[in-house]
T-cell receptor
Framework: SQQGEEDPQALSIQEGENATMNCSYKTSINNLQWYRQNSGRGLVHLILIRSNEREKHSGRLRVTLDTSKKSSSLLITASRAADTASYFCATHSGNTPLVFGKGTRLSVIA | DTAVSQTPKYLVTQMGNDKSIKCEQNLGHDTMYWYKQDSKKFLKIMFSYNNKELIINETVPNRFSPKSPDKAHLNLHINSLELGDSAVYFC?????????????FGPGTRLLVL
């Protein structure tokens, strides 16, 4: 069964603006990960946040995790045209395989 | 150097045919995976192998048979292809089963069944 659900499904912003994507999940997790997929390519791991962490940064990326609400957000600051891609959250629970959401398609317009 | 590679990149074939997709990783990882991504971009795991042994076999028709000749390779053979098999198939690997923390994906194989 699908675990993560990203919101919005699609997002279009101007270069330089911030982009925020959200992910909700249903069961308790060990960690939550965000991946990026450029058109016609495989997924690339961006960042992992563990269930006992609330916030994590990596360059222009900021991820938050609220386990009480079973949700996470990915913030990309000062977006660039090269950030145009689909972004997926994936949850890891116990010994089950990673479960991916349907993704948010981000378009950054120059 | 490509970490996870797949061949072919594109595969167009007729319904009823049998085809194989190959995957190789040069990361020294113990665990490899096959995923299917449908037209709506939903990514679903199909199989997971650890050290050449099948660990996860999600609800996948038995027309799909993975084969791992060694831990660096995980091939996917599909018998009697159906229209619904059209999708992008991704191979991935991770360090081991305990560390499912970061998965490294191949570029995908785009399968179109006519």
């Amino acid at each position: 069964s699908q675990q993560g659900e990203e919101d919005p499904q699609a997002l279009s912003i101007q270069e330089g603006e911030n982009a925020t994507m959200n992910c909700s999940y249903k069961t308790s997790i060990n960690n939550l990960q965000w991946y990026r997929q450029n058109s016609g390519r495989g997924l690339v791991h961006l960042i992992l946040i563990r269930s006992n962490e609330r916030e994590k940064h990596s360059g222009r990326l900021r991820v938050t995790l609220d386990t009480s609400k079973k949700s996470s957000s990915l913030l990309i600051t000062a977006s660039r045209a090269a950030d145009t891609a689909s972004y997926f959250c994936a949850t890891h629970s116990g010994n089950t395989p990673l479960v991916f959401g349907k993704g948010t398609r981000l378009s950054v317009i120059a | 150097d490509t970490a996870v590679s797949q061949t072919p990149k594109y595969l167009v074939t007729q319904m009823g045919n049998d085809k194989s997709i190959k995957c190789e990783q040069n990361l020294g990882h113990d665990t490899m995976y096959w995923y299917k991504q449908d037209s709506k971009k939903f990514l679903k795991i199909m199989f997971s192998y650890n050290n050449k042994e099948l660990i996860i076999n999600e609800t996948v028709p038995n027309r799909f048979s993975p084969k791992s000749p060694d831990k660096a390779h995980l091939n996917l053979h599909i018998n009697s292809l159906e229209l619904g098999d059209s999708a992008v198939y991704f191979c991935a690997s991770s360090q081991d089963l305990r560390d499912k923390e970061t998965q490294y994906f191949g570029p995908g194989t785009r399968l179109l069944v006519l």
